[in-house]
């Protein structure tokens, strides 16, 4: 079954203890990208990659960083996790270019504390 | 970057009426404009999306319009049903090259009323 896979589903820390959120995909999709979603601001994009080796910023990565190194694998680090950064956060992926249909991981709700 | 807004922020109307949800985007480089459906607890799904050579779309009950010049885009929903009913997401994206940036607008609540 094709799919996008999110590890954990939820996750509850503390204030600066570092943890990854992983994604992984099926599809062979070249691109693969993190959002957060919140209350009345939707979801905004926090970082994309484009292939394998290739990441970039989308609107808000401060406190976030993303690693490529396989084509199915995106994982999400927050190396000092901070209260503003609880939130339900999802991975999606899909073929590169333009009309493609971006396929959602079933999303990780985090708290910090 | 681009700055996408959606209204209305909450929407609700009775069954078997039409629904419409609107969109602007900011950005005239932007040339692709999907929409997807979030139902309670679940993981948003593409519903429609139309490309920037194109007016209109439709399948079925829902059709999207795109106005490039005024750059605003909008979800039409006709004959609505109880099961319509969940959080809809208009986008923005720009895919050029080895570009491709995607940019969300704030979502509307649509509650279709039996």
């Known amino acids: 079954e094709a799919q996008v896979t999110q590890n954990p589903r939820y996750l509850i820390t503390v204030t600066g203890k570092k943890l990854t959120v992983t994604c992984s995909q099926n599809m062979n999709h070249e691109y693969m990208s993190w959002y957060r979603q919140d209350p009345g601001l939707g979801l905004r994009q926090i970082y994309y990659?484009?292939?394998?080796?290739?990441?970039d910023k989308g609107d808000v990565p401060e406190g976030y960083k993303v690693s490529r190194k396989e084509k199915r694998n995106f994982p999400l680090i927050l190396e000092s996790p901070s209260p503003n950064q609880t939130s339900l956060y999802f991975c999606?992926?899909?073929?590169?270019?333009?009309?493609?249909?971006?396929?959602f991981g079933q999303g990780t709700r985090l708290t910090v504390v | 970057g681009e700055n996408v807004e959606q209204h209305p922020s909450t929407l609700s109307v009775q069954e078997g009426d039409s629904a419409v949800i609107k969109c602007t985007y900011s950005d005239s480089a932007s040339n692709y404009f999907p929409w997807y459906k979030q139902e309670l607890g679940k993981r948003p799904q593409l519903i429609i999306d139309i490309r920037s050579n194109v007016g209109e779309k439709k399948d079925q009950r829902i059709a999207v319009t795109l106005n490039k010049t005024a750059k605003h885009f909008s979800l039409h929903i006709t004959e609505t049903q109880p099961e319509d009913s969940a959080v809809y997401f208009c986008a923005a994206s720009e895919a050029a090259g080895g570009y491709q940036k995607v940019t969300f607008g704030t979502g509307t609540k649509l509650q279709v009323i039996p």
């Open positions: 999606a992926s899909s073929f590169r270019g333009l009309g493609t249909e971006a396929f």
């Open positions: 990659s484009m292939n394998v080796e290739v990441t």
